[in-house]
Nanobody
């Protein structure tokens, strides 16, 4: 079965850290640019970060710059999102998505025709 599976979410106190994983099953992740998105209750899904196929191009939303780090391990078929200094406003369901591109670049635009979406993992930042 071809799918993306997120993991690593949970409940953390403000200032804490989590590392999310996005693992591919049934296909090779290094053929795709990967985006991380999140959706908070009552809000639209928004782009958080993305990484190109090689990892040479990275992007971050201004709200997470300096706190989140995206990386990929193509040998493990997995992309990671390290989240530090978490804030209550980071509370959301986090999704990863894979996009086949002809160039080594990435986007954080949710309306693009992503080939795969994960089911999401809940991140709750609360004391």
């Amino acid at each position: 079965q071809l799918q993306l599976v997120e993991s690593g979410g949970g409940l953390v106190q403000p200032g804490g850290s989590l590392r999310l994983s996005c693992a591919a099953s049934g296909f090779t992740l290094d053929d795709y640019a990967i985006g991380w998105f999140r959706q908070a209750p009552g809000k639209e899904r928004e782009g958080v970060s993305c990484i190109s196929r090689s990892g040479g191009s990275l992007k971050y939303d201004d709200s997470v710059k300096g706190r989140f780090t995206i990386s990929r391990d193509n040998a493990k078929n997995t992309v990671y999102l390290q989240m530090n200094s978490l804030k209550p406003e980071d509370t959301a369901i986090y999704y990863c998505a894979a996009l086949s591109l002809g160039h080594d670049m990435c986007f954080m635009i949710k309306s693009l025709p992503y080939d795969y979406w994960g089911q999401g993992t809940q991140v709750t930042v609360s004391s």
